[in-house]
C-alpha cells in the first residue's frame, strides 16, 4: 500500500465527525471485523461512526460485543461527512446501499484486498493481501488511532477467517506481522480460533455431514463439487451462514485440486463459492460475472443443476 494513499485517507478520516462505513451483503468475518475495526476506531477518538449491512449479522460471527451495532439500514437523521466501503470489490455488492454510496456528493473511501476491485470510489485502496483486516490496523494507525483490544479482536476475527486460520497460500510475513501486533495490542486469538474453527452446533454438524454425501469428483478427482439445498436447509434447521468454510474441505484430499460448493439460493439459482490449491478460479467465477481471488472466488449461476455443473466443470477444466 501506498503512504500517500495512507496519508489521504488518514486526512480524510481525521477531518469527518460523522462516518458512514458499508460493508459487502452476506457479511464474513473479514467485511464485520475491518468495518466494525475502523468504526470502533473512529468513536475511540470522539467521532460519530456507524456500521451498515444489507445482511444481519450471521449467529456464527456475534462473539464479540461489537456485533450488535451493526446497521441494515441507514440511521434517521443522521448527515455523514464521509462514507467508507470495506472489504467489498465492486459498488453492486453494497445491496441495499449501492445507490446512497454512488450518489453521495462527499467523498467516498474504498478499502478492500479483492483483486477484482473495480476502484468505484473516490480514494481507493486495494491492496491483494490475506483480508481487509490485514490493511484496517495501518489505516488506523496513520490516522494516529490507538489499536485497543477491542480493535484488536475485530481485526484478528478478519485475519482468522479470511486465511483460514493462517492456512491460505496467500498468507505473508507481513500477514504474521500484523497478527503478532494485534497479539501484542491484545487480540484473543485462540478463543476466536476456537469459536470460527472448532466450535459448533448440532445442527451445524448434521448439515456439514449432508453436504460431505454430496461431495461429486470430477476432471480425474482433481475437482470437487459440493452441494447443499434449501431442503437441507430446512431438515437440519440451518441457515446459510452454517455453511462457512465447507468449501475448504475437500482441498485436504490428496490430488483435489479445486473445490466447489455450490448453495441452492432458489429452484434454478446457486451461489458458488470456489477454493484452489493452485488454479485461478478468479477468473473461473470471472466467466460467470463474479470474482475475488485467485485461489478463493465466488459467483452466482443459473440453470438446471446438471447444466451448472457441467459449465463449472468446463471452466475449471480451462484453468487446470
Do not use: W
Not at 464479540?64 to 466501503?85: K, N, W
Not at 493462517?166 to 503478532?180: C, G, I, L, Q, Y
Amino acid at each position: 500500500m501506498t503512504e500517500n494513499l495512507l496519508k489521504e485517507i488518514a486526512k480524510q478520516l481525521n477531518y469527518a465527525k460523522v462516518v458512514g462505513v458499508f460493508c459487502h451483503v452476506r457479511p464474513d468475518g473479514d467485511a464485520l471485523g475491518s468495518g466494525l475495526a475502523l468504526v470502533t476506531a473512529l468513536k475511540n477518538s470522539g467521532k460519530a461512526a456507524y456500521m451498515m449491512c444489507e445482511d444481519a449479522v450471521p449467529d456464527r460471527l456475534k462473539i464479540l460485543p461489537a456485533m450488535e451495532d451493526v446497521l441494515t439500514s441507514l440511521p434517521q437523521g443522521v448527515s455523514f461527512d464521509l462514507l467508507v466501503s470495506v472489504d467489498c470489490a465492486d459498488l453492486s455488492r453494497l445491496g441495499v446501499f449501492a445507490a446512497f454510496y454512488k450518489k453521495f456528493k462527499g467523498n467516498t473511501v474504498n478499502i478492500d484486498h479483492h483483486i477484482s476491485n473495480d476502484r468505484y470510489a473516490k480514494i481507493n485502496l486495494v491492496c491483494e493481501c490475506t483480508a481487509t483486516c490485514e490493511i484496517i490496523p495501518e489505516v488506523i494507525k496513520a490516522a494516529g488511532m490507538p489499536i485497543t483490544k477491542d480493535i484488536a479482536d475485530l481485526a484478528a476475527l478478519g485475519l482468522l477467517t479470511d486465511s483460514g486460520n493462517f492456512s491460505h497460500r496467500d498468507v505473508t510475513e507481513n500477514t504474521f506481522k500484523v497478527a503478532a501486533e494485534l497479539r501484542g495490542a491484545g487480540a484473543d486469538f485462540p478463543g476466536i480460533g476456537y469459536e470460527m474453527f472448532s466450535r459448533q452446533s448440532k445442527s451445524r454438524a448434521l448439515l456439514y455431514v449432508r453436504v460431505l454425501n454430496s461431495m461429486r469428483f470430477c476432471l480425474d478427482d482433481r475437482l470437487v463439487f459440493l452441494t447443499v439445498t434449501q431442503k437441507d436447509f430446512a431438515e437440519t434447521d440451518t441457515e446459510k451462514s452454517a455453511t462457512e468454510g465447507f468449501v475448504d474441505f475437500p482441498l485436504s484430499i490428496d490430488g483435489v485440486e479445486v473445490s466447489v460448493a455450490l448453495m441452492e439460493v432458489k429452484k434454478g439459482q446457486y451461489k458458488t463459492s470456489l477454493r484452489s490449491k493452485r488454479a485461478n478460479v478468479n477468473a473461473v467465477a470471472a466467466e460467470f460475472g463474479g470474482g475475488g481471488h485467485i485461489l478463493a472466488s465466488g459467483c452466482m449461476l443459473f440453470g438446471e443443476y446438471e447444466e451448472v455443473i457441467e459449465r463449472l466443470t468446463y471452466a475449471v477444466y480451462k484453468q487446470l
